[in-house]
């Protein structure tokens, strides 16, 4: 440090001195222009002679900046020597100062290392006493805390318990809801299937009157001509005689030919032949004497007789149908609407219709659904607007069986459209045949809005079958009723609103719960069984036992193997609330 304070002081005293020695040269420079000018430029005297005045002037000048100048050098000299003997000073001061620093860290130091020695020994001194103190409270609390965890244990047995509990609740309302589901769509399907085989479907030769009948007690046999056996034997088929109406049947057959009887005469005798062989269940030989018909009589074009031949192949169809030959049964069909299709007498309109329903049903068993619902759409389209109470069973039909397939195909809005549509046009219609097919779209319906998820739509489809049929007593429409009440309290369980549900599944099982049909008892029997399921959701345990017990008293004995398995069911579930079973054993 004081070496850069002298540096600093010999550089100031040196620009000091440098500045004044340039003004010597100036004034030689002068004196050598005034050499020049006198040589040069005589007549320049007076020029000269002032410049001469000029250098006196300036060397005055000069000999007072001489003195100025040294009397500053003298300044700075002492300045610097002052400079000096002070740096001097602050370098002996600051000398003392870093001593003085040196002591001062190296006592913080010692200081520092000292605390921590010290501070190390607190802690370590404070642990020990800690671990000797959190020792001996574990020992005099060891029990109490021994007891504490072992209740914290069971809490959360209990806890975990009660989560498996909501659980298996939650997961056997689901089961239940699917099970409804695929059950009804079963059936459903199943009954679609069969529509084509029912008796109804079927032509049967006329009813006879008693007049006739009782005429020919008074005449003898020998006398009887191909009519009088003919009379006879639907006597005896109307009587549920088969055997003997076969046998009247075939003689008057056998005696039209030696009579010389007309066609139509002809085509009412092997009508009736058939029909009772299918009767007798001679199914195969029954669609013989169908195609001898059809062979025999097929150039025919009276009304009459044309009628009986669409009877004919209609009636093959079907028992080809049964026999499970849906390919012939179906060509049977087709040459049905072949030849009667454009037919516009109401008889043959009627039996069209039924070709192309039953056509449907058996395109439908060969799983050619696209073909099934064109065959509906061909019916609807034909016979939408026909006012004939049997063509418009048809059309309600096709209607339901395309709503039916559609779900099938996962098109559930096309299908829930469908049953629309069925409603708007045959919702009021109060005969017995189109109160069934409407109660069934209803159910239909509320089964594909809860496939959807639409559970509200669908409590809302049960609501309106419940309250357009909920008093009717017909077989069929009751099945159906029990069937909307119990799906409904399935969907009120799904959108937890169980006290509903229970009342749901009450109403239910006190409409029919002493009702002898086997479809509309395992309703009720379900209907205790979901109760008491809701029972538990709601945490009323005893009442759900209650209701297990009453499924027990009342269908133990029950004979239907479905009914018995609700009945197992039932007492599984006992035995869980009782503590004998687990979730497992219950969903299995």
């Known amino acids: 440090m004081r070496q850069l304070l002298l540096g600093l002081s010999l550089c100031v005293a040196f620009i000091a001195t440098a500045a004044p020695s340039k003004e010597p040269a100036v004034i030689q420079q002068l004196q050598e222009q005034v050499q020049t000018l006198q040589a040069t430029a005589p007549q320049q ?16 000048e000069l000999a007072i ?10 300044a700075q000299d002492k300045r610097i020597g002052d400079i000096g003997i002070w740096t001097n000073q602050q370098a002996n001061h600051m000398a003392s100062i870093a001593n003085v620093s040196t002591w001062v860290g190296f006592l913080i130091t010692l200081i520092a290392v000292i605390g921590g020695f010290l501070t190390f020994k607190a802690k370590e001194r404070a642990q020990e006493e800690a671990q000797n103190a959190a020792s001996q409270w574990f020992k005099e609390n060891r029990s109490t805390l021994t007891k504490e965890i072992e209740d914290l244990r069971q809490r959360a047995l209990q806890a975990q318990q009660q989560v498996d509990d909501h659980a298996a609740a939650t997961k056997q309302g689901m089961d239940q809801a699917a099970e409804v589901t695929k059950k009804n769509l079963d059936d459903i399907v199943a009954k679609a299937a069969q529509q084509s085989a029912v008796p109804s479907d079927t032509s049967s030769p006329p009813q006879v009157s008693p007049d006739a009948v009782q005429a020919l007690k008074s005449k003898p046999e020998n006398d009887f001509t191909a009519s009088d056996f003919y009379i006879r034997g639907l006597s005896e088929y109307n009587a549920k005689r088969f055997d003997s109406a076969l046998v009247n049947f075939q003689i008057a057959l056998e005696t039209s030919t030696t009579e010389r009887l007309p066609s139509e005469e002809i085509a009412k005798f092997m009508f009736a032949l058939a029909a009772t062989l ?9 669609v013989q004497i169908y195609d001898d018909l059809l062979q025999r009589l097929g150039s025919d074009t009276s009304p009459a007789v044309r009628e009986l031949m669409a009877e004919a192949l209609l009636n093959k169809g079907i028992r080809l149908g049964q026999l499970e030959r849906s390919a012939n049964a179906i060509q049977a069909y087709d040459d049905l609407l072949q030849q009667f299709g454009r037919d516009d007498s109401p008889a043959a309109r009627e039996l069209v219709a039924k070709a192309l329903f039953n056509k449907g049903v058996r395109l439908g068993q060969l799983n050619r659904i696209e073909d099934e619902n064109h065959a509906y759409d061909d019916l609807l389209q034909q016979f939408g607007r026909d006012s004939s109470p049997a063509v418009r069973k048809q059309v309600a039909k096709a209607l339901l069986n395309k709503g039916v397939r559609l779900g099938q195909l996962d098109r559930s809005e096309e299908e829930i459209q469908v049953y629309d549509d069925l409603l708007q046009r045959f919702g009021n219609n109060t005969s017995p045949d189109m109160t069934e097919l409407v109660a069934q779209a209803l159910v239909n319906k509320g089964i594909t809005f809860g496939q959807l998820e639409r559970s509200e739509e669908a409590i809302q489809a049960y609501d309106d079958l419940l309250q357009r049929f909920g008093s009717d007593n ?10 909307a009440l119990l799906n409904k309290g399935v ?5 937890e609103r169980n006290e509903e549900g ?5 109403d239910l099982f006190q409409r029919f719960g002493s009702d002898i049909n086997p479809t509309v008892r395992k309703q009720a029997a379900k209907a205790l069984l979901y109760k008491g399921l809701a029972l538990k959701e709601l945490g009323r345990k005893e009442d759900a036992i209650k209701v297990y017990e009453l499924v027990l008293e009342r269908y133990a004995d029950a004979s239907e193997p479905e009914i018995q398995e609700l009945v197992a069911r039932a007492q ?17």
């Open 45 to 60: 005297q007076a020029e000269i002679q002032q410049l001469k005045q000029q250098v006196q002037t300036l060397e005055k």
């Open 65 to 74: 900046f001489q003195q100025v100048t040294v009397s500053k050098q003298d």
């Open 278 to 286: 299918g009767e007798l269940g001679r199914i195969e030989d029954e």
């Open 474 to 483: 017909s077989p069929i429409v009751c099945e159906l009723v029990a069937q």
């Open 491 to 495: 969907h009120l369980g799904k959108l």
């Open 502 to 506: 229970i009342q749901v599944y009450d």
């Open 572 to 588: 599984r579930l006992l035995n869980r609330l009782q503590g004998g079973d687990d979730d497992a054993a219950i969903l299995a």
